[in-house]
């Protein structure tokens, strides 16, 4: 009860301080490249319920016909508003809009897309959608360079089911038996902190 007070407690105020910004990204979206501002995907939520993750169009609108389902490296099909919404992890912001419905939390082991839901083990399917999905966790902190981790593989896709998947895993099952409030803030400062140090 605590964690939800606080999901929304801190993305409804957020939310209402950032509306400008948001406004702002939106309309840079669409001068570039003709389309909606938002980018809706299916993920797996708390108890495999799925649900539509709102983030920002950081790619053009055909994009999921163009490639792979995976962002790697240098990817051809991103926008220049969108690689710098990208660099700074701004195309994320609409996900507080996912956590004030409560189909996410402000922490919590990122929502995966179902294919890859599909790899963990049943113990696991148990175990990490037991709680709402995070906008960061500490994996989101470790493979804060996913893209150019996977545009140096050989075969992306088999380097992220192989490799990257049950590294994030054993960090997702970690954060849920260990969860704890002041957990959860010191994982909010040290995205702050990795996110200044990006942007730096």
Same mark, same amino acid.
């Given at each position: 009860?605590?964690?939800?007070?606080?999901?929304?407690?801190?993305?409804?105020?957020?939310?209402?301080?950032?509306?400008?910004?948001?406004?702002?990204?939106?309309?840079?979206? /669409?001068?570039?490249?003709? =389309? +909606?501002?938002?980018?809706?995907?299916?993920? #797996?939520?708390?108890?495999?319920?799925?649900? &539509? !993750?709102?983030?920002?169009?950081?790619?053009?609108?055909?994009?999921?016909?163009?490639?792979?389902?995976?962002?790697?490296?240098?990817?051809?099909?991103?926008?220049?508003?969108?690689?710098?919404?990208?660099?700074?992890?701004?195309?994320?912001?609409?996900?507080?809009?996912?956590?004030?419905?409560? /189909?996410?939390?402000?922490? =919590? +082991?990122?929502?995966?897309?179902?294919?890859? #839901?599909?790899?963990?083990?049943?113990?696991? &399917? !148990?175990?990490?959608?037991?709680?709402?999905?995070?906008?960061?966790?500490?994996?989101?902190?470790?493979?804060?360079?996913?893209?150019?981790?996977?545009?140096?593989?050989?075969?992306?896709?088999?380097?992220?089911?192989?490799?990257?998947?049950?590294?994030?895993?054993?960090?997702?099952?970690?954060?849920?038996?260990?969860?704890?409030?002041?957990?959860?803030?010191?994982?909010?400062?040290?995205?702050?902190?990795?996110?200044?140090? &990006?942007?730096?």
């Amino acid at each position: 009860m605590l964690k939800r007070a606080f999901d929304l407690l801190v993305s409804g105020i957020t939310l209402i301080l950032i509306a400008p910004v948001l406004l702002v990204i939106g309309l840079a979206i /669409n001068l570039e490249s003709r =389309g +909606p501002a938002f980018f809706r995907q299916e993920r #797996v939520g708390r108890f495999g319920r799925t649900f &539509r !993750i709102h983030k920002f169009r950081s790619m053009t609108v055909d994009a999921p016909t163009r490639g792979p389902q995976l962002t790697i490296g240098d990817d051809a099909r991103v926008t220049r508003v969108g690689g710098f919404l990208r660099r700074h992890k701004l195309d994320e912001l609409p996900q507080l809009i996912d956590v004030f419905v409560g /189909n996410m939390s402000i922490v =919590g +082991p990122r929502p995966e897309v179902p294919r890859y #839901v599909a790899l963990y083990s049943p113990e696991d &399917r !148990i175990l990490v959608l037991s709680v709402r999905p995070g906008i960061t966790d500490r994996a989101s902190i470790e493979f804060k360079d996913e893209n150019e981790i996977l545009g140096a593989a050989l075969d992306p896709e088999a380097a992220y089911r192989t490799d990257l998947l049950p590294r994030k895993l054993a960090y997702y099952r970690a954060y849920v038996r260990e969860q704890t409030f002041c957990g959860d803030f010191a994982i909010i400062l040290a995205t702050v902190k990795a996110l200044l140090s &990006r942007g730096g």
